[in-house]
Structures are given as structure tokens and as C-alpha cells.
């Protein structure tokens, strides 16, 4: 048999992560996708990306003077930015809207197009304001300009994907878009449906329930997303409301969990629901390029001193913290990271459950902790999360520290100069957690819950810590909260005052760990092989017999 071509992909994402100079991401999903971009430009993979340029970028987040966050509009750079010269063009909300597509390949990745409804003359330019604004019409008019509007630009810009991969619910309009052009040629919906399916690749990343978007089908209606199909035809592969999870689910040809832990959460959240894809386990990885210092990679790769490496990255963000907040925080001090988007299961006050505990840890200066963390603007409840953080270093001036306005220049500094990496997540919550594999690539030890995929990178004691052993009963946050003292108490803190040979011994296994399992490379050569390829391989075999039986 004639070897297959590599599959053409089209990867939509609501948001991206290139660098901290282009804020059109709020975290971790947009992250991901950025380094995705950056995997396929390194591993010469017929990709590109397709998402939206956000009007406002995402937000700058500073504390006012009663410690809590206020939110700015982010202008940023565009130089970068080229005219593809290409519009396209859809009805949202019974109004013909043009959307003006823009590229860039200026860091380091494969060709990202952005659609953008901001232009000169129109009054459509809410559309793409604001990433996920809280309005449930800008929230669907954002979707349809992603998803359709996503699928004729392609059609214009006369790249064919083999595989449409659908990163998240927010793109699922685009397999509306593909069942409406194949009926338009004559087809009915089931076999468009059909046809549709063996195009989709989805990646579901929420393991709370809540987190996985619904919208009423008035809405659906009134915004113009049913494309032109019926509502029986929608309703049955979104359900009533339209889910945009079970709607990816029943789209896609093969869909996947982002951890072995979330695979198994996923298929067990959406097991109920008829008709959906096999899901699969594809833990994530992290563009090792990007977030591994090159300090670090060197030190490795000539089996130097890597303490002494880590020391001169430890220096570089205690000098950053000072120069942000005044605090000297000391450099032979234990120094303890935890930055993560503001979410109640992420429990980011957990190690202070037991004050009598961990208080005199900080009073006498034994470990240091260092937070940061974003809100979304509109979030009231992540908005108090992120003052709960800034409280705690108002408490302890002199040994906890907040670092406002978290974003991917940050994220380096931090996962490559504390000296642990704290994860304190509500198991099964945590999909996966990527800040953790960029922590561990630079030798900055996991100390974590076994949850997304730190289930699979932990070997206690070798590659970092785990604490709360798995459990998820009912008295999980006191269970994880007494073992994390346990375990700093009575191995971490020793560890790292008396024994610095296996400390480094830890770290080198740390870094090989990270390098080898936890990239986007391995990542992406997993998305093709379990995904890409065997969609391409059916579609071409299918096709290959109606041919045979057509000339019988």
C-alpha cells in the first residue's frame, strides 16, 4: 500500500499563547495551543492555526489599594501582523458581518490566521472585543466568527484539511458549517453528518461540569448559529440546551482527554450521552524550547553543576520580585512557587489550612512562598481568590510575596527560579496542568496532588513529591492539607537544608522526566499517530472502495 501523506491540519482555538508581547490568551488552553503552533513549525507538520484577534487583548490585572484586582485594557504591538488581504463573510444576529483575516508566523510558528470584526466603518467590532466575554451573545457570536467564519476563510485561502481539530467546545460550529456545505451539494444530514465526523478530531480539556459551555436554543437561534439547519438536526447533536462539549463529542471522529487521569474523568463525565466519539488519552506537553531556560538545557546536557545553574535563575526572579515589590526575600531560603488562573478547586490557600502549622514556617524564614495569579475580569469569585493571595503576603511582608499581572513572562521567571512547585488542585479537577511539566523541565521540583498529569510524572522522592495519596472522599481538603504538611515536614524542608548531592540527583530526574514524556513533540507525534493519520487512512479506504464498486 502507497504510504499515506501527512494529514493537513487545521487547529481552531479560541485563544493563543505565542508570547507575552500578544496577549490574545487568558492561560493555560491558550498556552497549549501556542506551543502546538511552535511543535508543528519545529516538526515541519502541514498545519495551521485558526483563532481570532482579540480587539482588547486579554487584561492587565493590578491590585488597587485595598488589595484587590482592578482590570485594564491591554493595547499590544501588531507590527507583526500581516494582511492575508482575504475577508469573509456571515450572518450573526440577522446582520451580514465581514471578517478581515490577519497572519503571523513571527514566533517561531507554524502560519496562525486570526479573523478580526473590528474594522474601519463596521459596527460589528464587539464581536471580537473581548476574549470569553461574559454576554451569552458575544459569547456566540465569537464562536460562529471561529467556527464558520474559520471554515469558508480556509475555503478561501484554498488550504484543504484532511483533519479539523477542535480544541475546546468554543469552535464547534465549524462541524455545523461542514454539515451545511455538504448538504448544500445534495446530501442528506445524516450522511453529511456522517461525512462531517470523519474530518473532526475534538480535545476536551474541563473536568467541571460547569466549565463545559450550554446555550439555550432561542439564543441559538435568534445569533443565527444553526447555519441553516433545522432545530431537530442541531438539538441531536448538541442536545436541549446545546451543549457545546456533547455537540464536539458527537462531531468528531475521535475525541481525547489530556491526561491519563482526564481520559478516564471524561469518559466517565459523558458516558450517558448516545452517539459520542471514543475518548482517548493524550496527556499534554509543553514547547520545550520555550520554557525551558537554556541555562538549564546546557547544564544538563554537559552533566554540570545544576544547582549552581539554578542559584543564578533563582537570583534573576528574587531580583525581579524586588524590583515588582520592595520584599528581599533571601536566596539560601526554601522557596516555594504557586501561580495558577484564579479557580476556587485550584485551592491555592491550602497550605495555610492549619495556621499553627505552617506560620511558624514563614515567621522564621524556613521556606518563602512566592503566588501569582489572573482573574477573568468579570469573575467576582476568582477577583477574591486573587486578593485572598495578596492578603497572606500583607500578613507575612517578609516571606510571602503576590506578583501581580500574571502572564507567560512571569510563568518563565517562576518556573525556572523557585525551587518548588506547589499544585493544589481538587482531584479530579485538574485536567492537567502544564505549569508544572514547565516547572519541572527547569529542575524546579512537582509538589502536588497525583492529579492530571502529575499521576504520571511522579515518582515520589525521585521526580518530586505527591501528597494526599489519590484520595477524593469527602474529607479530601484536610486529607491533602495534613499530608502536604507530612511531607514538607518531614522530607522536603530536610532534603533541602542537609542534602543538596540528592537534591540535584532530583532535579536531573526531574528535567529528564519533563523532556522526555511531557513535550509538545511527543504530544503531537501522539496526535497523529492515535488521530490524524487513522481518519485520513479510513476516509482513503472508504473512498478507495465506492471507486471499486463504482466501476464494477
Given at each position: 500500500?502507497?504510504?499515506?501523506?501527512?494529514?493537513?491540519?487545521?487547529f481552531?482555538?479560541?485563544e493563543?499563547?505565542?508570547?507575552?508581547?500578544?496577549?490574545?490568551?487568558?492561560?493555560?488552553?491558550?498556552?497549549?495551543?501556542?506551543?502546538?503552533?511552535?511543535?508543528a513549525?519545529?516538526?515541519?507538520?502541514?498545519?495551521?492555526?485558526?483563532?481570532?484577534?482579540?480587539?482588547?487583548?486579554y487584561?492587565?490585572?493590578?491590585?488597587d489599594?485595598?488589595?484587590?484586582?482592578?482590570?485594564?485594557?491591554?493595547?499590544?504591538?501588531?507590527?507583526?501582523?500581516?494582511d492575508?488581504?482575504?475577508?469573509?463573510?456571515?450572518?450573526?444576529?440577522?446582520?451580514?458581518?465581514?471578517?478581515?483575516?490577519?497572519?503571523?508566523?513571527?514566533?517561531?510558528?507554524?502560519?496562525?490566521?486570526?479573523?478580526?470584526?473590528?474594522?474601519?466603518?463596521?459596527?460589528?467590532?464587539?464581536?471580537?472585543?473581548?476574549?470569553?466575554?461574559?454576554?451569552?451573545?458575544?459569547?456566540?457570536?465569537?464562536?460562529?466568527v471561529?467556527?464558520?467564519?474559520?471554515?469558508?476563510f480556509?475555503?478561501?485561502?484554498?488550504?484543504?484539511p484532511?483533519?479539523?481539530?477542535?480544541?475546546?467546545?468554543?469552535?464547534?460550529?465549524?462541524?455545523?458549517?461542514?454539515?451545511?456545505?455538504?448538504?448544500?451539494?445534495?446530501?442528506?444530514?445524516?450522511?453529511?453528518?456522517?461525512?462531517?465526523?470523519?474530518?473532526?478530531?475534538?480535545?476536551?480539556?474541563?473536568?467541571?461540569?460547569?466549565?463545559n459551555?450550554?446555550?439555550?436554543?432561542?439564543?441559538l437561534?435568534?445569533?443565527?448559529?444553526?447555519?441553516?439547519?433545522?432545530?431537530?438536526?442541531?438539538?441531536?447533536?448538541?442536545?436541549?440546551?446545546?451543549?457545546?462539549?456533547?455537540?464536539?463529542?458527537?462531531?468528531?471522529?475521535s475525541?481525547?482527554?489530556?491526561?491519563?487521569?482526564?481520559?478516564?474523568?471524561?469518559?466517565?463525565?459523558?458516558?450517558?450521552?448516545?452517539?459520542?466519539?471514543?475518548?482517548?488519552?493524550?496527556?499534554?506537553?509543553?514547547?520545550?524550547?520555550?520554557?525551558?531556560?537554556?541555562?538549564?538545557?546546557?547544564?544538563?546536557?554537559?552533566?554540570?553543576?545544576?544547582?549552581?545553574?539554578?542559584?543564578?535563575?533563582?537570583?534573576?526572579?528574587?531580583?525581579?520580585?524586588?524590583?515588582?515589590?520592595?520584599v528581599?526575600?533571601?536566596?539560601?531560603?526554601?522557596?516555594?512557587?504557586?501561580?495558577?488562573r484564579?479557580?476556587?478547586y485550584k485551592?491555592?490557600?491550602?497550605?495555610?489550612?492549619?495556621?499553627?502549622?505552617?506560620?511558624?514556617?514563614?515567621?522564621?524564614?524556613?521556606?518563602?512562598?512566592?503566588?501569582?495569579?489572573?482573574?477573568?475580569?468579570?469573575?467576582?469569585?476568582g477577583?477574591?481568590?486573587?486578593?485572598?493571595?495578596?492578603?497572606?503576603?500583607?500578613?507575612?511582608?517578609d516571606?510571602?510575596?503576590?506578583?501581580?499581572?500574571?502572564?507567560?513572562?512571569?510563568?518563565?521567571?517562576?518556573?525556572?527560579?523557585?525551587?518548588?512547585?506547589?499544585?493544589?488542585?481538587?482531584?479530579?479537577?485538574e485536567?492537567?496542568?502544564?505549569?508544572?511539566?514547565?516547572?519541572?523541565?527547569?529542575g524546579?521540583?512537582?509538589?502536588?496532588?497525583?492529579?492530571?498529569?502529575?499521576?504520571?510524572?511522579?515518582?515520589?522522592?525521585?521526580?518530586?513529591?505527591?501528597?494526599?495519596?489519590?484520595?477524593?472522599?469527602?474529607?479530601?481538603?484536610m486529607?491533602?492539607?495534613?499530608?502536604?504538611?507530612?511531607v514538607?515536614?518531614?522530607?522536603?524542608?530536610?532534603?533541602?537544608?542537609?542534602?543538596?548531592?540528592?537534591?540535584?540527583?532530583?532535579?536531573?530526574?526531574?528535567?529528564?522526566?519533563?523532556?522526555?514524556?511531557?513535550?509538545?513533540?511527543?504530544?503531537?507525534?501522539?496526535?497523529?499517530?492515535?488521530?490524524?493519520?487513522?481518519?485520513?487512512?479510513?476516509?482513503?479506504?472508504?473512498?478507495?472502495?465506492?471507486?471499486?464498486?463504482?466501476?464494477?
Amino acid at each position: 500500500m502507497a504510504a499515506i501523506p501527512q494529514p493537513r491540519v487545521a487547529f481552531f482555538c479560541m485563544e493563543y499563547g505565542l508570547d507575552e508581547k500578544f496577549p490574545i490568551y487568558s492561560g493555560g488552553l491558550g498556552v497549549l495551543a501556542g506551543d502546538i503552533l511552535k511543535t508543528a513549525k519545529d516538526m515541519q507538520l502541514p498545519m495551521v492555526g485558526v483563532g481570532i484577534l482579540w480587539s482588547e487583548g486579554y487584561s492587565d490585572q493590578y491590585l488597587d489599594k485595598d488589595g484587590y484586582p482592578q482590570h485594564s485594557r491591554q493595547n499590544y504591538d501588531r507590527s507583526h501582523l500581516e494582511d492575508t488581504g482575504i475577508s469573509v463573510n456571515l450572518w450573526i444576529r440577522g446582520e451580514e458581518v465581514a471578517c478581515k483575516i490577519w497572519k503571523t508566523e513571527a514566533f517561531g510558528n507554524v502560519p496562525l490566521y486570526l479573523l478580526d470584526t473590528d474594522l474601519p466603518g463596521s459596527n460589528h467590532g464587539w464581536i471580537t472585543r473581548q476574549l470569553y466575554a461574559s454576554s451569552p451573545q458575544e459569547r456566540v457570536a465569537a464562536e460562529l466568527v471561529l467556527g464558520v467564519g474559520g471554515v469558508r476563510f480556509l475555503r478561501l485561502l484554498g488550504f484543504e484539511p484532511d483533519i479539523y481539530h477542535l480544541n475546546e467546545g468554543h469552535a464547534v460550529f465549524a462541524g455545523l458549517e461542514l454539515i451545511r456545505e455538504k448538504m448544500s451539494r445534495g446530501m442528506d444530514f445524516y450522511q453529511a453528518w456522517e461525512e462531517t465526523r470523519q474530518q473532526i478530531v475534538f480535545t476536551t480539556h474541563t473536568p467541571v461540569m460547569a466549565g463545559n459551555e450550554e446555550h439555550d436554543h432561542g439564543l441559538l437561534q435568534h445569533m443565527g448559529a444553526w447555519v441553516g439547519l433545522e432545530y431537530d438536526q442541531v438539538e441531536q447533536i448538541g442536545g436541549n440546551p446545546f451543549n457545546m462539549t456533547v455537540a464536539g463529542l458527537r462531531l468528531s471522529y475521535s475525541s481525547n482527554g489530556v491526561s491519563q487521569l482526564h481520559g478516564a474523568t471524561a469518559r466517565a463525565m459523558w458516558r450517558g450521552n448516545s452517539g459520542i466519539s471514543p475518548i482517548i488519552s493524550i496527556t499534554n506537553g509543553v514547547h520545550v524550547e520555550t520554557w525551558q531556560h537554556e541555562s538549564i538545557r546546557q547544564t544538563y546536557n554537559v552533566q554540570g553543576n545544576l544547582w549552581k545553574t539554578h542559584l543564578q535563575l533563582k537570583k534573576r526572579l528574587l531580583e525581579e520580585i524586588e524590583n515588582r515589590t520592595g520584599v528581599t526575600l533571601d536566596l539560601d531560603t526554601l522557596t516555594i512557587g504557586f501561580a495558577r488562573r484564579a479557580a476556587a478547586y485550584k485551592r491555592s490557600g491550602l497550605i495555610f489550612y492549619k495556621p499553627h502549622i505552617i506560620e511558624p514556617l514563614l515567621q522564621d524564614r524556613t521556606i518563602q512562598l512566592v503566588y501569582s495569579g489572573k482573574a477573568h475580569p468579570d469573575d467576582e469569585w476568582g477577583k477574591q481568590i486573587v486578593a485572598n493571595m495578596a492578603e497572606m503576603a500583607y500578613r507575612f511582608p517578609d516571606s510571602v510575596v503576590f506578583l501581580e499581572n500574571y502572564n507567560m513572562e512571569l510563568g518563565r521567571l517562576l518556573t525556572s527560579g523557585c525551587d518548588v512547585w506547589l499544585n493544589t488542585p481538587q482531584r479530579p479537577l485538574e485536567a492537567s496542568a502544564t505549569s508544572g511539566m514547565k516547572a519541572a523541565l527547569n529542575g524546579v521540583l512537582n509538589f502536588s496532588v497525583l492529579d492530571g498529569w502529575w499521576t504520571e510524572g511522579c515518582l515520589h522522592g525521585v521526580t518530586g513529591w505527591q501528597f494526599g495519596g489519590g484520595y477524593e472522599g469527602p474529607e479530601q481538603t484536610m486529607v491533602d492539607a495534613l499530608s502536604l504538611y507530612e511531607v514538607l515536614l518531614e522530607e522536603i524542608i530536610p532534603l533541602y537544608y542537609e542534602d543538596r548531592s540528592r537534591w540535584q540527583e532530583m532535579m536531573r530526574a526531574s528535567i529528564s522526566m519533563a523532556m522526555h514524556r511531557f513535550s509538545t513533540a511527543r504530544m503531537l507525534t501522539e496526535y497523529n499517530n492515535l488521530m490524524y493519520q487513522p481518519s485520513t487512512i479510513l476516509r482513503k479506504i472508504k473512498r478507495d472502495i465506492a471507486h471499486a464498486m463504482a466501476i464494477q
